[in-house]
């Protein structure tokens, strides 16, 4: 029967952690104590002899030593066999595995930002772009960048990516290639402004038409529309005109949003002396107290006042 056997570092009697320096120092000593000729008479010396100058070739070979460390004893024989060959199959399974993954690299990632309009962001569009096939998306003289159509799905909003799966860099010695990162900027509108899915913009109106209601144009995705005013609107008042925003999915009969309009009031900064007329005699009508009257003064009436202070 074949003898278990022992721990290496308990054959050279030496620390785990033991240098070089003392792993020699103990082999040295050992092998001059357990050497054939030293001990003619000893059948256990011819054995202990071996055992330690396998355990001292084992740790004094860096790499064979941090093997050693992590699985344990091989086999004596050629091939290793129990659990030498068990961890001798792991290790040589890993290394496999990290030289494949070292030998074949996945593409570089490639990004395009694409500029669409307010409006096509929120109906949707296909877009044609153009990458160059160099590296990093750089042009190539002489060689025609690729050409991909884009689809924008109805409601996209500012910052959304679509990824080309496989586009990108193609890989190396054998590796996948990288994505297309297509991010999509959405272009300011001149009058709307989007929040989620509703669309919101201002409407300045005049005195009359707020006081007196009527029927005004508003801008909309939709393109201008007519629009009820009602009596006695008042400033900052938020109207709403239902399902005139963005749309909540692809399809024509898809569910929007709203738009929603805030109301300003223009205040005329210089009026004519019959519109200065009209507006007193409104006031007269609601019974706001009477302004006092204002009188203008000449040239020599305001320098006299500046004399008198």
Known sequence: ??????????????????????????FRELARRWHPDVNPNDP?????????????????DPEERARYDRWGH??????????????????????????????????????????????EAAFGTTKTIQ????????????????????????????????????????????GPPGDLHVIVRVKQ???LRREGFDIWSDVMLTYPQAALGGIIDVETLDGAIKMRI?????????????????????????????????????VPAQLTQRQRELIEELAKALGEPERPATTKKGILDRVRSLLDE
């Open 189 to 191: 509108h001149a009058t």
């Open 44 to 60: 256990e010396a011819g054995p202990r002899f071996r055992e330690i100058n396998e355990a001292y070739a084992a740790l004094s």
């Open 74 to 119: 091989r086999s004596t024989g050629n091939e290793p066999s129990g659990f030498g060959a068990m961890a001798q199959a792991v290790e040589d399974v890993i290394g496999d595995i990290v030289r494949r993954r070292r030998s074949k690299q996945r593409g570089r990632d490639l990004r395009y930002t694409l500029e669409v309009d307010f409006v």
């Open 230 to 266: 009602p009596e006695g609107t008042q400033a900052g008042r938020v109207l709403r005109i239902r399902g005139r925003g963005v749309p909540r999915s692809g399809g024509k009969d898809a569910p929007r949003g709203d738009h929603l309009i805030k109301v300003q009031i223009a």
């Open 131 to 174: 990458i160059p096939d160099g590296p990093g998306g750089t042009p190539v003289p002489g060689k025609k960048p690729r050409e991909f159509s884009v689809v924008i799905p109805a409601g996209t909003a500012e910052g959304a990516v679509r990824m080309m799966k496989g586009e990108g860099e193609p890989g190396q010695f054998g």
């Open 1 to 26: 029967m074949a003898r278990k056997k022992r721990d290496y570092y308990e054959v050279l009697g030496v620390a785990r952690d033991c240098d070089e320096a003392e792993l020699k120092r103990a």
